[in-house]
C-alpha cells in the first residue's frame, strides 16, 4: 500500500511537472503574481501587529492617539491590500489562461491524432469514448491547473512565514507548523483513496456518453422497433452508476475538506492557547502574538490551495491516462513524395494481387485481387453478400491500406503519393450518406470557393438540381441534421454531387445510388460519361440496370475476383452471377 501510494504522488508531481514546462511563460506569470500575494499576506500580518503595538496599545494605555499616526497606519494597510489585489487578480488571470491553453492545445493533439490515424484504429474505438477522451477527459487532466500557481506560490509564502516565525518567536512557530506535515499526510492518503474512485469514473463518463450517441445516432432504428424502453433503461443504468461513482467520489471529498479546514483553524487555536501564556509569563509581546495568529489565520487560504491541487490530482491522472493511449497510438497513414500524375481526363487504376483482413477475423476479406481500369471507363463490382465490394471500394481511394499488394493511379503506388494528392485526385461516395445541418451549398463544397454555376453543374450531373430549385431558399436551404429534411434519395444525390464538383479523375460509389429510382440512376451514369472531362467510374452495384451500362463488370466472390467481362457475358457464363443479378431484377419488380 505504502509503495502504491507513493507511486500516486510522484506520478501526480509529473503531471504537475509536465503542465509548468507546457506552458512556462503563463505559469511564471501567474507564480509571480501568486508570490506576490503571499509576500503581501505575510506583510499584512505584521503591519497589522506594528499597528497594534505602534498605534492601539499606546492609544489604549494613554487614551489618546495623533491623526499622523492613524494616517500612516491606514496607508500601510490599504497600500499591502492593493498590492494583495494585484497579486490575486494576476493569479487568477494567468493560471485561468494556462489551464485554458493546455486544455485547447492537448484537443488539437487529440483530434490531430484522431484524423492522422486509420480507419481501422478507428474501428476499434466507439464514437462516444472518442469524444469523451476529447473532451472530459481533456478536461479533467488539467483541472488542477487553475489553483496550481496558487499552491505554488503558497508554498514560498509557507516558506516565509516559517522563517519569520521562528524569528518572531521559534516555541510558538514549532506548535503552529505542526499543521503542514498533517496537511501533507491527508493529502496522501486522500489521493490513495480517490484515485480508482475517480478513474471509475472518468470510465462511466465515457460509456454514458458512448451510449447517448449511439442512441441519437440510431434514433431511426429505436423510434421504429419501439426501443425507446429499453433504451432509455440501459442509458438509466449506466448514468445511475455514475451517479453512483460520483457519490462515491463526493464521500471521500466530504471526509477530506473539512479536515482540510480545520487543520489551519486548529493551528490557530494551539497558536492563541500556547501564545496567551507566553504573553503572561512575558516570553513574547502581544503584537508579535497577534502578528503570528493573525498570520496562521491568513495561511488557512494557501494551505487549501495546496490541497486543491492534491486532491485534484487523482482526477487529473485518471483524465491523462484514459488520453495518453490515444497520443501514444500508433498506425498513422504514412505518405510518400510523388505527385500525381495531372490530366484532364480519368485515371487509370490498377490493382496487383492486393489482401486485406480486418483484424481478429478468420480469413481475409480480399485475397489476390488483380485488375486494372482503363482511363475515362466505368467498371461494376458485383458480388454476394461479405464478399469484400466495401472494402475494396475504400482500398481504392485509400481509406485503408492493403495488407500485401499495390494499388496503383495512373500506374503509382497510392502510399507512394504525397499527402492530399489521393483525395485531389479522386472521390468516394460510401453507402451511408450523410449531409451536414448546413445550407445545400455548404453540404456540395464543403467550405470550398466554388462558383455557384459549378455548384448547380454537379447538382445536375447527380440528377437533383430540379429538386434544389424547389426548395425554399434553393442553394441557401438548410437540410437540417443529416439532411432530415430530405428524401433518402436526394440526400444520396446531393452527396454525389459533393463528389462531382471536385471533378475527380477517378469516383468510386459504394452502392451509392440504392435510394435512386433506375431511371434517375441511369441519367446519372450517362451525365458522367458524357461530362466535359469524364471521370473513370468503379461502382459497386446490385441493380442489372445499373450494371449494364458499365463497360466492364468484375464478380467478386469470398474476396476473390472469379471473373470479369460484360454484363452479358458474366450472365452466360458464371451461374452465381447470374443468379444474384436475377434475384435483385426479380425483387425490383415485386416492389
Known amino acids: 500500500m505504502p509503495r502504491r501510494r507513493d507511486a500516486v504522488v510522484r506520478r ?3 503531471h504537475v511537472g509536465r503542465a509548468i514546462v507546457e506552458q512556462p511563460g503563463m505559469f511564471a506569470l501567474a507564480f509571480l503574481a501568486s508570490t506576490l500575494y503571499g509576500a503581501m499576506t505575510v506583510a499584512s500580518a505584521y503591519v497589522l501587529g506594528e499597528v497594534v503595538d505602534r498605534v492601539v496599545l499606546p492609544a489604549l494605555r494613554d487614551g489618546v492617539t495623533s491623526a499622523g499616526a492613524l494616517t500612516l497606519a491606514a496607508a500601510a494597510i490599504l497600500g499591502v491590500a492593493v498590492l494583495k489585489i494585484l497579486g490575486i487578480l494576476g493569479r487568477r488571470l494567468f493560471a485561468g489562461v494556462m489551464g485554458y491553453r493546455l486544455q485547447a492545445e492537448y484537443r488539437r493533439r487529440v483530434t490531430g491524432q484522431y484524423l492522422r490515424l486509420p480507419l481501422s484504429w478507428h474501428q476499434r474505438h466507439p464514437t462516444g469514448q472518442l469524444l469523451s477522451n476529447a473532451n472530459s477527459d481533456v478536461e479533467a487532466a488539467w483541472f488542477f491547473v487553475a489553483p496550481l500557481p496558487f499552491a505554488c506560490g503558497a508554498v514560498v509564502m509557507i516558506g516565509i512565514t516559517v522563517a519569520a516565525l521562528v524569528a518572531t518567536d521559534p516555541w510558538l512557530a514549532v506548535v503552529g507548523l505542526v499543521v503542514f506535515p498533517l ?19 472518468q470510465q462511466l463518463r465515457a460509456e454514458v456518453s458512448e451510449i447517448a450517441h449511439e442512441s441519437f445516432d ?6 421504429t422497433l419501439g426501443r ?14 455514475l451517479r453512483d461513482g460520483l457519490v462515491a467520489v463526493g464521500r471521500v471529498r466530504g471526509l477530506f475538506d473539512p ?4 487543520l489551519p483553524a486548529l493551528g490557530t487555536l494551539a497558536v492563541l492557547l500556547i501564545g496567551a501564556t507566553r504573553v503572561v509569563d512575558g ?3 502581544a503584537g508579535d502574538l497577534v502578528s503570528i495568529a493573525y498570520l496562521f489565520t491568513l495561511l488557512a487560504l494557501p494551505i487549501r490551495a495546496i490541497g486543491w491541487v492534491l486532491a485534484d490530482l487523482p482526477r487529473a491522472l485518471a483524465g491523462f491516462d484514459r488520453v495518453t493511449p490515444v497520443l501514444d497510438a500508433t498506425g498513422e497513414t504514412p505518405h510518400g513524395t510523388e505527385a500525381a500524375v495531372t490530366g484532364t481526363g480519368g485515371a487509370g487504376l490498377g490493382l496487383r494481387g492486393v489482401d486485406y483482413g480486418f483484424e481478429g477475423a478468420a480469413r481475409p476479406t480480399l485475397s489476390g485481387v488483380t485488375f486494372d481500369v482503363a482511363p475515362g471507363s466505368t467498371v461494376a463490382v458485383v458480388g ?8 475494396l471500394a475504400g482500398l481504392l481511394v485509400r481509406l485503408v491500406d492493403p495488407a500485401t499488394g499495390d494499388v496503383l493511379l495512373d500506374g503509382v503506388d497510392l502510399r507512394a503519393l504525397r499527402e492530399g494528392e489521393v483525395s485531389a485526385q479522386a472521390a468516394f461516395v460510401p453507402q451511408g450518406t450523410f449531409l451536414f445541418d448546413d445550407t445545400v451549398r455548404g453540404n456540395v463544397t464543403l467550405g470550398g470557393d466554388v462558383p455557384d454555376d459549378e455548384v448547380w453543374a454537379a447538382l445536375a450531373t447527380a440528377a437533383v438540381d430540379d429538386v434544389v430549385r424547389r426548395l425554399p431558399e434553393g442553394l441557401d436551404t438548410r437540410v437540417g441534421e443529416r ?4 428524401s433518402g434519395g436526394q440526400r444520396q444525390r446531393i452527396a454525389l454531387a459533393r463528389a462531382v464538383v471536385r471533378r475527380p479523375r477517378l469516383l468510386v460509389l459504394d452502392d451509392a445510388t440504392s435510394a435512386v429510382d433506375p431511371a434517375v440512376e441511369a441519367r446519372i451514369l450517362d451525365a458522367l460519361r458524357d461530362a466535359e472531362r469524364p471521370s473513370t467510374v468503379v461502382v459497386v452495384a446490385y441493380r442489372q440496370a445499373t450494371i449494364a451500362l458499365a463497360d466492364e463488370v468484375v464478380w467478386l466472390e469470398g474476396g476473390q475476383v472469379l471473373a470479369r467481362g460484360s454484363h452479358e457475358q458474366l450472365l452466360a457464363e458464371v451461374p452465381g452471377y447470374a443468379a444474384l443479378v436475377r434475384a435483385y431484377a426479380q425483387t425490383e419488380v415485386a416492389a
Do not use: C, H
Open 483 to 486: 439532411g432530415a429534411t430530405l
Open 259 to 262: 479536515l482540510m479546514e480545520a
Open 12 to 14: 501526480g508531481m509529473r
Open 183 to 201: 496537511v501533507f499526510l491527508v493529502n496522501a492518503v486522500y489521493s490513495q483513496a480517490m484515485s480508482p474512485r475517480m478513474r471509475r469514473a
Open 283 to 285: 516570553a513574547t509581546d
Open 228 to 241: 425507446e424502453d429499453v433504451e432509455t433503461r440501459r442509458f438509466t443504468g449506466r448514468a445511475e452508476e
Open 384 to 391: 454476394p453478400t461479405g464478399s469484400g465490394k466495401s472494402t
Open 218 to 223: 440510431a434514433a431511426l432504428v429505436v423510434k
